[in-house]
């Protein structure tokens, strides 16, 4: 192992803020392989994700002037998740250590030299955390911080204030290219993998240049997404209603009956509203009942793996790293 680390940058019309990025990572992965922590087989990979821009022409151009970038171009937008997905599985073969970072510069590049020390001191995932969300505005605040907290209440566990700017060793990677599921939701996905773990403090900034890929509408999507794809927690909580609407009912039934039987009704209300009770109950109940099993087979067509293997020792054949 020489420690050749990669930095993937997921792009989506980045033209404005390319020049600028690519300036600073390649001073910061100049400054690592000077410090002799990393090796002079480090790159920084973008990832053009369809741009409809002059993305791809500046990371063609970057790569002629300067061995140190390199590209993966896609055929269409396939959206940030799987475009950093792309990333992360051509450097999975070529790197020791793999960064995700996005474009705009608002990951701390500084933030870089933390997360390559944990990973010097064998950890094998880095999440990079913001410190502080002191510069947003307080309606992105609070959207964002509801975001985790709505998602983690559904059974999306995922790092608070962690978004994709994280280091995962190689073997972390070939772990994750074992979630073969096709609606990835790499933030709840990373954490199911295990090895040793850490964080890493960064103050977020500013987007450099240019704007948001990720408009509110997007990232109302993208909290479905992260639900949908990640937990079978809004089926079980049918489930719930239907029980609780069930006991309920026969409540309300009991109720029913002495009102009748005080003679306080109208002929046919009790047999009614009974019905209407034990009935709405019932239907919710097998609907969550149903929804179990659809839950069911839901994760069993993820395929995800069922375990991953850290190391084996065997006698006569000494220690394998898995
Ligand atoms: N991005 C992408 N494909 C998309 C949308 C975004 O590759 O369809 C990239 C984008 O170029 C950037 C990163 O994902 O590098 C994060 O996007 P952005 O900064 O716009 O999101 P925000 O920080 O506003 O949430
Ligand atoms: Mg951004």
Not at 190 to 199: A, F, S
Request: charged share 25%.
């Amino acid at each position: 192992m020489d420690n050749t680390l990669y930095i993937v940058v997921p792009c989506y019309n980045e033209e404005e803020v390319l020049p600028e990025t690519s300036r600073r990572l390649r001073a910061k992965l100049e400054q690592l392989m000077a410090a002799g922590k990393i090796s002079r087989k480090s790159r920084v990979l973008y990832v053009n994700d369809g741009s409809k821009d002059r993305t791809w022409k500046l990371i063609s151009r970057l790569h002629e002037a300067c061995p140190l970038f390199c590209g993966v171009d896609l055929t269409r937008n396939r959206g940030h998740q799987n475009a950093l997905l792309a990333g992360l599985m051509t450097a999975k073969d070529r790197a020791d250590m793999v960064i995700s970072m996005d474009a705009d510069l608002q990951d701390d590049v500084d933030a870089v030299d933390a997360m390559v020390d944990k990973f010097l001191e064998g950890v094998d995932i880095v999440y990079g955390v913001r410190s502080s969300r002191k510069r947003d505005t307080f309606f992105k605040r609070t959207t964002a911080e509801g975001f985790y907290r709505v998602m983690n209440a559904m059974g999306a566990e995922t790092v608070f204030n962690h978004a994709d700017y994280r280091l995962m060793s190689r073997r972390a990677l070939e772990g994750l290219a074992q979630f073969k599921e096709v609606n990835l939701f790499l933030r709840g996905i990373v954490p199911m993998i295990g090895y040793r773990t850490d964080t890493v403090e960064y103050e977020r900034g500013e987007r450099f240049a240019g704007e948001s890929k990720y408009p509110l509408k997007k990232m109302l999507s993208f909290a479905m997404e992260g639900i949908t794809s990640l937990s079978v927690k809004p089926l079980r909580m049918i489930t719930g209603l239907g029980f609780l609407i069930f006991l309920v009912s026969l409540v309300m039934i009991v109720y029913n009956i002495v009102r009748w039987a005080m003679g306080a009704t109208v002929t046919g209300w009790a047999s009614l509203a009974c019905s209407i009770w034990l009935i709405g109950g019932l239907i919710l109940l097998s609907l969550g009942v149903v929804g179990e099993y659809i839950g069911k087979i839901y994760l069993e067509a993820k395929g995800r793996p069922r375990f991953l293997i850290r190391q084996v020792l065997e006698d006569g054949h000494g220690q394998k790293e898995g």
